[in-house]
């Protein structure tokens, strides 16, 4: 089978991209809906990078964290179902596996709303709640710093792990069917996270540390213990994650890739790009139009198809089939 045969065939799953904040207007050229000459990220460069399943953060400016993270957060939310909405026929908003099922088999590119770091909870499990009714679906515990849930890798060596309310948090997203995500967890939160959860957690946006030292990298370790637990950690295409040189290849992107299969198999594996979240990209991955160029990586290095099938998009598939509800809000 050739690259591009086999990377249509796959359904290639994206766990995060910043893209939202590119549907508030901050740059008054962009349109989702039309190929754009700024951003990472919009409709017709999705279709050609062959995306099935696209993750969108809510990320929430340090700005807003301290106060004015939920309205912030219900503001970005409210412009993801605005400019999803327009284009019902390619992309839909998934809430359940009937919806994702019908997203893959009418080929629309299915749409998963997640929220990077949740400072908008406070301390109200009903916020959690009422962001689910919105269509939330995934939400990682932390951004860098800490909150009322957890420390993030920011806080540094006297960083705790996951607070009661944090705690409280998994389980409650466990019963809703949400996707728990450790990005940007401390190494303490990130062991109580894996102890705790029933459901097989997430790492969206991270490489390796064992072969580019980097707080928000993970290490062996961690990465043992995420593979363990069935999780998944999806690669992310920002340079100073994958090498300390300049700039960053798609060869250097694949060492990852190789360094992690190599030492715990390729069922942890998948792709985390952090589109439209990062200054600066992999050189011959400047956006997602160019995901092909992965796969073509991964057959020179010697996958088969049925591992770059799963890292492109099956491992990340499983966990979404393990979590999300049968049907249903």
């Known amino acids: 089978m050739n690259p591009e045969e086999?990377?249509?065939?796959?359904?290639?799953?994206?766990g995060h991209c910043d893209s939202v904040h590119l549907f508030t207007g901050v740059k008054g050229t962009y349109d989702f809906g039309?190929?754009?000459?700024?951003?990472?990220?919009?409709?017709?460069?999705l279709v050609r990078g062959g995306v099935d399943?696209?993750?969108?953060?809510?990320?929430?400016?340090?700005?807003?964290?301290?106060?004015?993270?939920?309205?912030?957060a219900i503001i970005?939310?409210?412009h993801f179902h605005r400019e999803i909405g327009k284009y019902k026929d390619s992309i839909s908003v998934v809430l359940n596996q009937n919806d994702l099922d019908h997203a893959l088999s009418s080929d629309r590119i299915a749409a998963l709303l997640s929220l990077e770091g949740a400072e908008a909870l406070g301390l109200d499990i009903e916020v959690l709640h009422s962001l689910h009714r919105l269509g939330l679906r995934s939400v990682g515990l932390t951004w860098?710093?800490?909150?009322?849930?957890?420390?993030?890798?920011?806080?540094?060596?006297?960083?705790?792990?996951?607070?009661?309310?944090?705690?409280?948090?998994?389980?409650?997203m466990n019963q809703l069917g949400m996707i728990v995500d450790a990005a940007h967890l401390a190494p303490r939160g990130f062991y109580e996270l894996l102890d705790i959860s029933a459901t097989p957690v997430v790492v969206t946006h991270a490489n390796a540390s064992g072969v580019c030292k980097h707080r928000r990298n993970l290490d062996d370790d961690q990465l043992r213990a995420l593979n363990e637990q069935g999780g998944v950690v999806g690669m992310s295409f920002y340079p100073a994650f994958i090498s300390n040189e300049k700039p960053a290849t798609i060869e250097m992107l694949l060492d990852h890739f190789c360094y992690i299969a190599d030492s715990f198999g390729t069922d942890l594996l998948?792709?985390?790009s952090d589109y439209d979240g990062i200054p600066e990209t992999v050189m011959g991955l400047e956006d997602v139009s160019s995901l092909p160029l992965l796969t073509h990586g991964l057959i020179k290095r010697g996958f088969s198809e049925d591992e770059i099938t799963k890292i492109l998009g099956?491992?990340?598939?499983?966990?979404?089939?393990?979590?999300?509800?049968?049907?249903?809000s």
Not at 6 to 14: E, G, K, P, S
Not at 34 to 45: A, K, Q, S
Not at 314 to 328: A, D, E, I, S
């Open 76 to 78: 970005l939310m409210e």
């Open 6 to 14: 086999l990377h249509r065939q796959a359904v290639v799953i994206d």
């Open 144 to 172: 860098n710093g800490r909150n009322m849930l957890a420390d993030g890798v920011g806080v540094g060596e006297s960083a705790g792990g996951l607070t009661s309310f944090g705690k409280e948090v998994v389980t409650e």
């Open 314 to 328: 099956g491992n990340f598939l499983r966990v979404l089939r393990t979590t999300l509800h049968k049907g249903g």
């Open 53 to 72: 399943v696209q993750f969108f953060a809510l990320y929430i400016e340090p700005e807003y964290q301290q106060y004015g993270a939920l309205r912030r």
């Open 34 to 45: 039309e190929e754009n000459t700024v951003g990472h990220i919009d409709l017709p460069r």
């Open 270 to 272: 998948g792709i985390g």
